[in-house]
């Protein structure tokens, strides 16, 4: 096998990527490291991360802003889809993963590298993400995968760091895996992996405590179009934009915090706690809208869909053929999902109190009045129901004369 002579490395600035620049000079003898960061809105200097690959021993650091094409591409398809893995996790780092493969792809390309490289550990999601999605775009690539392969613990880990002069970026008596971008936080290890201990407030930054949260609940409407949304009240917003205003808003309130035991691709349970208030309101909106939008039929069938849609994502085949075959699917849904939904935020609650759509609504007030407006035809109620439970009314009768 060709050894290999440059590598790109995903790059975080965390424990396990700094380790990784040295690791993979030293440990694989390769002579150029190219670190990629991806800018997905996480709140950081980059440009401090930037100087610390530097300081590690990269060879070239690159910045790359992803912002947009995070919320567009990914963060919008997952609302439309109304993705939550276990009907809980609406995957805001699982999205992330698929998008920083990509571009690690088109930077070994451009830079003529023979590899790309991830510090994921051999137990968690993100390595799988990672695999599956280079092997998708860049099937010539060889993937190195230092922390799957060194047998260190986070300790070690950063005692390993330490020698080459690379800083802690967390502290040693609090261990805490944290993963942030613009549509959430996930936070794990540390006392968390106790599921019976409850996770401390200090933990939290994006959603408010609920002795924190206001004392009054604010009504708020958010606006769709063609299953996207457009806009929170009567101000039209970007992409980005709503997002940040729907963590901000819901995130005030205490409303988007997930504890959850999970089912881990590679076959364990863990305990892992989210932070997603945007993502986790705006997907409850679109949900709700869908029930006044789209056919009875559709909406159960979606629901299967919708379901899949998620364990795809959070397996890692976001660049799969049913992944893509799915999404047509659900393109050819949302048409008519325009309107608006009225959401009640209070105490860590976002609570439905109204959705409409002028014009593409399924709801007849004509058909569901009780009042003298009413047109329903109740007398041809009776015979729907003979023949709707005719089968039942047949099986009743045969069992009743066996007995």
Sequence with gaps: MQKVKKVVLAYSGGVDTSVCIPYLKNEYGISEVVTFVADLGQGE????????????????????NLVDTFVERYAFPAIRANALYSEKYPLSTALARPLI???????????????????????????????????????????????????????????????????????????????VNLLGRSIEAGLLEDPMQEPPEDIFAMTSSIDDAPNSPQDIEIVFKNGFPIGIGNELLKPVEIINKANHLAGAHGF?????????????????????????????????????????????????????????????????????????????TQNSVNGRVKIRLHKGNAIVIGRLSENNSLYREDLATYSKDDIFKHKQAEGFIYMWGMSNKIWAELNSKNK
């Design 45 to 64: 200097d980059l440009e401090v991360i930037k100087e610390k690959a530097l300081k590690s021993g990269a060879s070239e650091s690159i910045i790359g």
């Design 101 to 179: 493969a990509e571009n690690l792809v088109n930077i070994a390309r451009e830079s003529n590298a023979d590899a790309v490289a991830h510090g994921c550990t051999g137990k968690g999601n993100d390595q799988v993400r990672f695999d599956l999605a280079i092997n998708a775009l860049g099937p010539h690539l060889k993937i190195i995968t230092p922390a799957r392969e060194w047998n260190m613990s986070r300790e070690e880990a950063i005692l390993y760091g330490e020698q080459f002069g690379i800083p802690a970026p967390v502290s040693k008596k609090s261990p805490y895996s944290i993963d």
């Design 256 to 332: 988007g915090r997930i504890d959850m035991i999970e089912d881990r691709v590679v076959g364990i349970k863990s305990r892992e706690i989210y932070e997603s208030p945007g993502l986790l309101l705006l997907i409850k909106a679109h949900q709700e809208l869908e029930t006044i939008t789209l056919n009875p039929e559709v909406i159960d069938f979606k629901g299967t869909i919708e379901k899949k849609w998620a364990q795809l994502v959070y397996q890692g085949f976001w660049f799969g053929p049913l992944k893509q075959s799915l999404d047509a699917f659900i393109e050819s």
